[in-house]
């Protein structure tokens, strides 16, 4: 006789948070009374109590094996009462309760090559993306491209000595999983050219009204092609998104030789001191140069330090570039200004120079 099929648990939800709090959160829940940053990575909040909890926050590559999650769990166990959380930009934290266990949980972190920073004004973890190691749609990869950046950056993790925070995100296609569009620094995946059209297969694999559908620029129309029903694709109307491969798989862009990596900057999500805003283009291209891309990580780390030695106090990197103007921090960057830089999309308009305002830079 047939097994009974298991009971199907369904809709049950995430366990309650409260389920995983250390008791000195529990007991100190929406009663803090504040936090300072006694050094780079560790944060120490006091409870109205009087009550004390560091955490202590180390860089992680996000994509951890469960090798590692149980390193971090028995570093939790011996350090921290058994208790750790991820932040937002994935860095790990460990919730520890005694002051003594502080230094040896530090630098038992730092001896396994996770580094203890991403507090203040600093470069706290890199946001990204699947990248060539899961997703079908990636022009760049992230993780590599994500190593290489911190390597470079690392100074600035473990520090905070920078003039306000510096958010790098990454994301590996124009869908923008992530933050790139709202962070200070951001790398972006790029294709460079239409999508190629497997004729025989777009009918059968394909919805061609939801491909059709899928343009932001409607280059697509429905086409007979070889006595196929299929679409035809207006080139000179199409800018490489790849919206229409992410719902037609048999309209791939992904090129090795031809893809690679944009470069925004100026963006931001707090409210704090100036309105949140979106990154705009500063390098329209860079090429994928694995394992180490050179060109992208050389023009982080520029951008980073232009940034450092111009800026005040507080200002990050839109706010800076708003004060000095885009002309000056192109010219400071060295980048050369491209007709790629001019927005052409709807109510493009909006982000053209509709003043006599402009600075002339002295030769
Ligand atoms: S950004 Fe694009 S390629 Fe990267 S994970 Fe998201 S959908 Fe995939
Ligand atoms: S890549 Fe983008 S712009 Fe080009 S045809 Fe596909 S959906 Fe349209």
Redo the contacts with the bound molecule.
């Keep these: 006789m047939a097994e009974a099929p298991a009971k199907r648990i369904t809709d049950i939800g995430p366990p309650h948070h409260k389920k995983f709090l250390p008791p000195v959160i529990l007991n100190n829940y929406g009663k803090w009374k504040y936090h300072e940053i006694p050094r780079p990575g560790v944060l120490l909040h006091v409870g109205e109590t009087g009550d004390k909890l560091w955490s202590v926050r180390a860089a992680s590559p996000r994509l951890i094996a469960i090798d590692t999650l149980r390193w971090y769990a028995d570093l939790a166990d011996k350090y921290a009462g058994g208790h750790l959380r991820f932040t937002s930009r994935n860095n790990v934290e460990f919730l520890v309760t005694e002051e003594k266990n502080v230094d040896p949980l530090i630098a038992e972190l730092t001896a396994a090559g996770y580094p203890v920073g991403g507090t203040g004004n600093a470069i706290s973890n890199i946001v990204h993306?699947?990248?060539w190691v899961?997703?079908?749609?990636?022009?760049t990869d992230?993780s590599g491209i994500v190593k290489c950046v911190m390597d470079e950056l690392t100074p600035y993790f473990t520090s905070m000595k920078l003039p306000g925070k510096l958010r790098i995100a990454l994301?590996?296609?124009?869908?923008?999983?992530?933050a790139v569009h709202c962070s200070d620094i951001a790398i972006l995946?790029i294709h460079r050219h239409a999508p190629a059209i497997k004729h025989d297969q777009v009918k059968k694999v394909c919805e061609i009204p939801s491909v059709v559908a899928a343009c932001p620029t409607a280059a697509i129309r429905p086409a007979t092609v070889e006595g196929n029903a299929s679409v035809e694709v207006i080139e000179e109307n199409c800018m490489y998104c790849a919206n229409c491969y992410?719902v037609c798989p048999a309209m791939p862009l992904n090129d090795p030789d031809t893809d690679g990596v944009s470069i925004w900057v100026g963006g931001k999500v707090s409210n704090a001191r100036t309105e949140p805003r979106f990154s705009k283009l500063a390098i329209p291209f860079l090429p994928n140069n694995p394992p180490r891309w050179p060109e992208v990580t050389e023009v982080v780390k520029k951008l980073v330090e232009l940034w450092a030695a111009d800026a005040r106090k507080y200002e990050r990197m839109g706010d800076w570039i708003e004060r000095i103007g885009w002309p000056r921090f192109f010219k400071l960057a060295g980048i050369e200004f491209q007709k790629q830089h001019i927005d052409d999309f709807k109510h493009a308009g909006l982000t053209f120079k509709r003043s006599t305002h402009i600075r002339f830079d002295k030769a």
């Design positions: 993306t699947q990248g899961h997703c079908h749609s990636a022009a992230a994301a590996c296609c124009l869908n923008m999983c992530g995946g992410t």
